[in-house]
């Protein structure tokens, strides 16, 4: 059989031999009626979708991150004259690791089982410059791990690295431009524009007005003034400019400096080629901006931080990550803030593991987390969750949102991952609608996924169903609750915990099966089981609904429901209106 990997048509060529797909990600809404999907073809089945084995590989990627680190540790002490400990590179380099290992595992382990499987004859490849989609920083992996044109890439790079399958390189001259594909990336050339120039010498001058400060906030609230009203409760100085984020700085890859890292992480084959390909992919900003980003955060960075306090920014902003390495090897703390779904509630997730591992301390949104961590998590009432009530409207929508998971995994997690549990969801949601009795769907609103990774949600369901309403995103969650009457939780999110956490009426839908609870969760999802709010059957839910629509009120404010919900949120969408006192008193107690 002749394989395909990857959705982009132009590699797939008619041959003699039936055509093998290496997953559920080839095949998307745009390319349905290929003629090629009318002979008789094949669709390789996903090794993740044995839970078993994903739990068992996420055990192994888990302990290969901290032998990489530990190499790199040494690799880069070696090199830059350093004596760091694994912490501070783990900070910098951990959850770009932790993505990338599972990226590189996933797209092996796909090749390894297709030519265990099958007989196959061909398969077409690209050649590549040594620096071609080399990433700047972690922005551009989120932003190429879904895409065609990377993973047809990485498909190249591990095929002719390793030889695991026959295969032929692609006589076509690429006409890829690759300053698009990186989007801005690319195309940085010192600062980026005058006024991040101007920014820079500004907060440069500027820093011994935060010479005292001893507690810095990073993307913890939803802008600069909530964060500097919070630093005044704390009695510190507030921050009146920003400071460096994505995009700032531009470095050149150095193939002479990539050939000193050695890496020796073990004799399988997976490990060999890993050999191989880290030196050759570790981002840019990461290695050779390694020295000058270190610099540029001394310039522009507050001093004497004693208390780093923060959310995403600690793996979406490399320069802040760098200046948290450098001062946590000094004797600072390091508090991470949950801020989002999925954080304690399920089995395992990357994000939670690389965070508790870096920490000082963890502020969740009650959950206490495994026995090995719960001497760092402090349970604090949730930033994002709060009490501010939302009055549902009686014959209002019924309010819903797609949940539309890249078609190319790119981390290893225990819920529906890769095209084919994309596509198992969106089965299980189209089931629902397909059982409601037209006037119920007709006042279905469903907001669609903030990104697009090729699944093309809103096509498929605008197909199928002419008659639901599919909402833009020109308004907010809390504009569209407020014309609503019921919202549905089609997945595990931080969205239904906000319709819980204010007490608005809510269904929740998803397969546990599939989204895998952690032991501490799986008693308050059967509370909400048992009060009829969380279904895994499309026939139930659908029921359900047609039996509550009439009085949605009646039906929410039921007794045994309300203290289902009071525990559930008590547990993981803690919320209370003074809770700056309760973290001032936290954030007090540490620094």
């Known amino acids: 059989m002749f394989l395909i990997k990857t959705a ?11 055509p093998l797909f290496l997953g559920q990600w080839c095949l998307n809404f745009e390319n349905r009626e290929h003629a090629l999907l009318s002979k008789k073809h094949a669709i390789l089945d996903y090794h993740w979708d044995d839970k078993k084995k994903l739990e068992r590989d996420y055990c ?32 910098i380099f951990g959850f770009w690791l932790r993505m990338y290992l599972s990226v590189i595992f996933d797209r092996y382990a796909c090749l390894m089982l297709a030519s265990q499987r099958y007989k196959i004859s061909g398969t077409l490849i690209s050649t590549y410059r040594e620096d071609e989609f080399i990433a700047d920083n972690i922005y551009y992996l989120f932003d190429q791990y879904p895409s065609d044109e990377y993973n047809h890439y990485l498909y190249s790079k591990i095929i002719s690295m390793t030889d695991i399958l026959p295969y032929q390189v692609s006589n076509e001259q690429k006409k890829i ?30 820093r011994f007005l935060h010479k005292k400060n001893r507690v810095f906030l990073s993307s913890l609230l939803k802008d600069t003034k909530e964060e500097n009203d919070f630093l005044l409760k704390m009695k510190e100085r507030p ?29 399988g084959d997976f490990e060999k080629l890993l050999n191989k390909l880290l030196p050759m992919q570790l981002p840019i900003n990461y290695l050779e901006g390694y020295d000058k980003t270190g610099v540029l955060c001394r310039e522009v960075y507050p001093e004497n931080i004693k208390v780093f306090v923060a959310s995403s920014a600690i793996y979406s902003n490399e320069y802040f990550a760098r200046f ?29 593991d690389y965070e508790l591992s870096i920490c000082d301390h963890y502020f969740s949104w009650g ?19 709060n009490k501010e009530k939302i009055t549902p409207q009686v014959n209002g929508y019924i309010l819903s949102a797609l949940f539309e998971q890249p078609r190319y995994s790119y981390e290893i997690l225990s819920f529906p991952i890769s095209a084919s549990g994309g596509k198992r969801s969106f089965r299980l949601l189209s089931d629902f609608l397909s059982l409601l009795p037209a006037s119920i769907r007709n006042r279905m609103l469903i907001r669609p996924p903030l990104y697009n990774f090729g699944q093309n949600q809103r096509g498929m369901l605008q197909e199928q169903f002419p008659d639901i309403a599919l909402c833009e995103n ?104 003074k809770w700056k006192d309760t973290w001032v008193k936290a954030i007090s107690a540490i620094g």
């Not at 390495?325 to 939670?352: N, R």
Request: glycine share 6%; charged share 25%.
């Open 8 to 18: 982009l048509t132009r590699y797939w060529q008619e041959q003699e031999e039936d």
């Open 60 to 91: 192994y990627l888990n302990k290969l991150t901290q032998k990489v680190l530990e190499q790199l540790r040494d690799n880069l002490n070696s090199m830059k004259g350093n004596q760091y400990p694994v912490r501070h590179y783990e900070i």
């Open 177 to 206: 431009d690759i300053a698009q594909v990186k989007n801005s990336f690319a195309k940085r050339a010192g600062f980026r524009s005058n006024a991040l120039f101007w920014k820079f010498l500004i907060k440069k001058y500027l």
């Open 239 to 267: 921050f009146f400019f920003g400071f460096p984020s994505k995009g700032f700085l531009h470095f050149q890859y150095d193939s002479s400096l990539r050939k000193k890292l050695i890496f020796d992480l073990g004799e």
């Open 324 to 352: 948290v390495a450098d001062k946590v090897c000094d004797g600072a703390k390091l508090i991470c803030s949950q801020y989002g779904g999925g954080y304690g509630v399920l089995k395992y997730t990357a994000f939670q």
């Open 367 to 385: 959950w206490c987390g495994q026995e090995k961590d719960r001497h760092k998590i402090i349970p604090n009432p949730s930033i994002l969750i």
């Open 474 to 577: 020109k308004k907010s969650f809390r504009e569209r609750l407020s014309e609503s009457c019921l919202f549905i939780g089609t997945y595990n999110s931080t969205a239904f915990l906000e319709t819980l956490g204010m007490n608005y009426p809510t269904l929740v839908f998803f397969n546990t099966k599939e989204w895998e609870l952690s032991e501490e969760a799986i008693p308050y999802f059967d509370l909400l089981t048992d009060a009829g709010i969380l279904y895994a059957d499309p026939m139930e839910i659908a029921q359900e609904l047609s039996r509550i629509i009439e009085d949605v009120s009646l039906w929410w404010n039921h007794e045994k429901r309300q203290v289902a919900v009071a525990a559930f949120i008590e547990k993981f969408a803690k919320n209370d209106e």
